[in-house]
């Protein structure tokens, strides 16, 4: 669809009575939370949940409501830290002196009860964020695989250390330690996901959460909570609700939070730990901003080149951390690549969720659409132009996808993550500008790399693995598969979010050790032999 005004996005929304039966929503309005083992009662302030997708009616355009939460306080958030401490009780509580059996089958008594709620958790990140119907199914099932995933590598990480080692007259035995109570926020945009791939692991290795779920994506987790609240001790799991600049300072103040994680702004991290009053003694596991580039060389594969650009910079509508958010292009291959880009720009189908091949869909953020608008505005000022027909049209919570070209320094669109369906390109001579840009980023993320010369694209590779944790060649930056190691440089990451890394990124090294004694190897044959410890111990989990 080629889009020349905003009245052809306008006719993309539905009356209610248009919207299919099976993807039709009654308004969810929780009025409880999950604190100690129990569903809580709230009857105090909630927030309306209003769905980026806007229904056509007398008065116009208007945001669907999907539902409403609670806006707890600071005294709710520091119940919820109150049950997590005593949960943990200093290492000693039920789930941190649990066997490593024993979590994985409360855990997989979750994911059982998880899938009994694909459907409403389906529809609900497609009405709260706008993802299309095949990506929200494809992020939960995903998140599934991801859960089970970690399950096995949990079980391998416990079999390494189900053997003792003796070594210069010491015996020892090294396994793997919780580290206390997490605060665990996740992305809006991955709602469920990423959300889980610090929430799952933090919990498997015997920490105690507190879970605060995104600004948008908020009730898609509430169908979730009972499953929280029936398969894991009590206090194991404690949802904090409310406005995050009143509850989470309240956290981070009391000292009593071990491990921060964060997927979100470098700016609000940096924040948050500093309130902590004993930074030496938190932990912190941040996946923030980043502004990957792509690079595209003279001797690129152009097709190649835009099929992957397409899927870096405008899955989901570009609002991924991962996305390729602009591109590098040698003067030489610009006018095709170009004109070969915005065709198949214009070729996106924009439209509402549940459509079959809708790619383009409606913004969660209401300020989303202005910001992208002021980007382009202030590009087109200093001499940059929208490059395909229809490029930026606004229309309520849609944003057709704009290819802005030449972008250069001093624009918005050079150096700030624009999260959404902008698309800047800038034209290089020397492969030293690109390279010079990577360097002085602030972020570190990734960069993919587009060509066929193998010396060039080894020359690049060198340099680069040292500014970012991940250099592409030739396909789309992104996160999968997620036994890779996912995380940054820079102001891009802190610790390594990837199957196995994510397990040990929430736990510690710990080691049980003994003289070689005969009296000694007395005591630890009892101990193992008598299953009188749960660490201290040579079961071997299949």
């Not at 129990?38 to 309306?48: A, F, N």
């Not at 605060?212 to 799991?237: D, I, N, Q, S």
């Not at 050790?513 to 299953?531: C, E, P, R």
Request: glycine share 8%; proline share 6%.
């Amino acid at each position: 669809m080629t889009v020349s005004n905003s009245s052809q996005l306008a006719n993309l929304f539905p009356a209610e009575d248009q919207i299919p039966v099976e993807y039709q929503i009654q308004p969810l309005h929780q009025r409880e939370y999950l604190i100690n083992g129990e569903m809580r009662s709230w009857d105090g302030p909630t927030t309306d949940v209003l769905s980026p997708v806007c229904l056509t009616g007398p008065n116009g355009l208007e945001r669907k409501l999907v539902g409403s939460y609670p806006v707890t306080t600071d005294r709710e958030a520091l119940e919820a830290l109150d049950a997590a401490v005593a949960a943990y009780d200093n290492g000693r509580g039920e789930w941190p002196t649990m066997s490593v059996g024993d979590r994985i089958a409360c855990m997989e008594r979750f994911i059982g009860k998880m899938l009994e709620q694909k459907t409403t958790v389906v529809n609900l990140l497609m009405w709260e964020i706008g993802k299309t119907l095949g990506d929200s199914i494809k992020e939960f099932d995903r998140t599934v695989t991801y859960i089970y995933d970690t399950i096995d590598a949990l079980k391998d990480i416990d079999r390494a250390g189900s053997r003792f080692k003796i070594e210069e007259g010491i015996i020892g035995q090294i396994r793997r330690s919780p580290l206390g109570v997490v605060l665990c926020m996740g992305p809006f945009n991955y709602p469920l996901n990423e959300t889980y791939t610090t929430l799952i692991p933090a919990i498997l290795m015997g920490n105690t959460v507190l879970f605060k779920p995104p600004k948008h994506g908020t009730l898609l987790h509430y169908p979730l909570l009972e499953a929280f609240r029936t398969c894991f001790p009590k206090g194991v799991v404690n949802t904090i609700y409310g406005r995050g600049a009143n509850v989470v300072p309240t956290l981070m103040q009391s000292g009593r939070i071990n491990v921060l994680t964060l997927i979100g702004s470098s700016r609000v991290a940096d924040s948050l730990k500093k309130m902590h009053p004993k930074s030496n003694r938190l932990r912190a596991v941040l996946s923030l901003d980043a502004k990957n580039a792509g690079i595209v060389l003279p001797d690129a594969d152009v097709e190649l080149a835009v099929k992957e650009c397409m899927l870096g910079t405008l899955s989901f509508n570009g609002q991924r951390c991962t996305a390729i958010k602009i591109i590098w292009v040698h003067r030489s291959v610009a006018d095709q690549f170009l004109r070969r880009l915005s065709e198949e720009v214009n070729k996106l189908k924009p439209g509402m969720p549940w459509e079959p091949g809708v790619q383009i869909t409606p913004l969660p953020e209401p300020q989303k659409p202005q910001y992208l608008t002021d980007c382009i505005r202030e590009a087109e000022a200093q001499g940059a132009t929208v490059m395909n027909e229809g490029g930026g049209v606004v229309e309520a919570s849609f944003v057709f996808p704009a290819v802005v070209y030449p972008v250069q320094k001093g624009m918005k669109l050079y150096r700030e993550e624009q999260f959404g369906p902008v698309i800047p390109v800038v034209p290089f001579d020397d492969i030293e500008e690109p390279i010079d840009y990577i360097i002085t980023a602030d972020h570190g993320q990734q960069v993919s790399i587009f060509g066929t010369d193998t010396g060039q694209i080894a020359s690049l590779i060198d340099p680069l693995v040292n500014q970012v944790s991940r250099v592409n060649i030739n396909a789309q930056c992104q996160r999968g598969p997620d036994t890779f190691p996912f995380t940054g440089r820079k102001d891009s990451a802190e610790g390594t979010l990837s199957v196995e890394d994510a397990l040990r990124s929430f736990s510690i090294r710990t080691v049980v050790a003994t003289k070689n004694t005969d009296g000694n190897k007395a005591i630890l044959n009892d101990i193992v032999g008598q299953h009188k410890s749960q660490f201290l111990s040579t079961n071997f989990i299949f």
